[in-house]
């Protein structure tokens, strides 16, 4: 499938009441389309790595109660699964698209890795735009914009890395649903490259820390 873009359909799934009906709207709505942003950009990742790259779209595979409220594709150096590498993500809440690069708290890395970030402190700060944002919890769709946060806001984050456990850190964009559905396929392969080009160099550092 050649991806076209997002659309107001895709978002709308998340207004489905109870969890199979969404996992069903999930599954024939936004599915196809992961797959196809898998498709498209593992060859790139592994390109723009140097590691060999898998694509996981998420199953939603433990939940029994509880409809999910976001759903998205991640690329890892692993087959098997992503959540304790170093990862990419593509996804979808309500609200907004997300492109990440993710350290999440099944990560054996995070401590080595919160270290590293105080260490290139500075060149954080140089490389990451004022627009990307971080977030320290994957499951909230909540954000912390980088042009707003001061250098100890900054410590404070990777600190926190190193010591709380369920501590979690990502980096990258959020683009709000009305632009989402503005853009056009070409435009959101573009647009989701550079961002990977932008946080690859933290990929290269949690690398390095593992």
Request: charged content about 25%; some cysteine; hydrophobic content about 40%.
């Given at each position: 499938?050649?991806?076209?873009?997002f659309?107001?359909?895709?978002?709308?799934v998340?207004?489905?009441?109870?969890?199979?009906?969404?996992?069903?709207?999930?599954?024939?709505?936004?599915?196809?389309?992961?797959?196809?942003?898998?498709?498209?950009?593992?060859?790139?990742?592994?390109?723009?790595?140097?590691?060999?790259?898998?694509?996981?779209?998420?199953?939603?595979?433990?939940?029994?109660?509880?409809?999910?409220?976001?759903?998205?594709?991640?690329?890892?150096?692993?087959?098997r699964?992503?959540?304790?590498?170093?990862?990419?993500?593509?996804?979808?809440?309500?609200?907004?698209?997300?492109?990440?690069?993710?350290?999440?708290?099944?990560?054996?890395?995070?401590?080595?890795?919160?270290?590293?970030?105080?260490?290139?402190?500075?060149?954080?700060?140089?490389?990451?735009?004022?627009?990307?944002?971080?977030?320290?919890?994957?499951?909230?769709?909540?954000?912390?914009?980088?042009?707003?946060?001061?250098?100890?806001?900054?410590?404070?984050?990777?600190?926190?890395?190193?010591?709380?456990?369920?501590?979690?850190?990502?980096?990258?964009?959020?683009?709000?649903?009305?632009?989402?559905?503005?853009?056009?396929?070409?435009?959101?392969?573009?647009?989701?490259?550079?961002?990977?080009k932008?946080?690859?160099?933290?990929?290269?550092?949690?690398?390095?820390?593992?």
């Amino acid at each position: 499938m050649l991806f076209t873009g997002f659309s107001q359909k895709d978002f709308n799934v998340f207004d489905i009441e109870g969890l199979d009906d969404r996992m069903e709207g999930i599954k024939t709505t936004i599915r196809p389309k992961l797959e196809a942003l898998g498709q498209h950009f593992t060859p790139t990742l592994s390109a723009l790595s140097g590691d060999e790259m898998f694509y996981h779209v998420a199953k939603h595979a433990r939940r029994t109660k509880n409809p999910p409220k976001d759903t998205w594709v991640a690329f890892a150096n692993n087959k098997r699964g992503y959540k304790m590498m170093p990862h990419f993500q593509i996804g979808l809440w309500k609200s907004h698209v997300f492109v990440w690069f993710a350290v999440i708290y099944e990560s054996p890395i995070k401590e080595s890795f919160g270290q590293a970030l105080l260490q290139q402190l500075n060149e954080v700060e140089q490389i990451i735009p004022s627009h990307f944002v971080w977030s320290k919890d994957h499951t909230q769709p909540e954000a912390l914009r980088m042009g707003s946060l001061q250098t100890g806001d900054l410590k404070e984050l990777f600190t926190r890395l190193q010591t709380v456990k369920k501590a979690e850190i990502l980096c990258g964009i959020n683009i709000p649903r009305e632009k989402a559905i503005a853009l056009s396929g070409e435009e959101w392969l573009t647009t989701i490259e550079d961002t990977f080009k932008t946080v690859l160099p933290l990929y290269k550092l949690a690398q390095a820390s593992s």
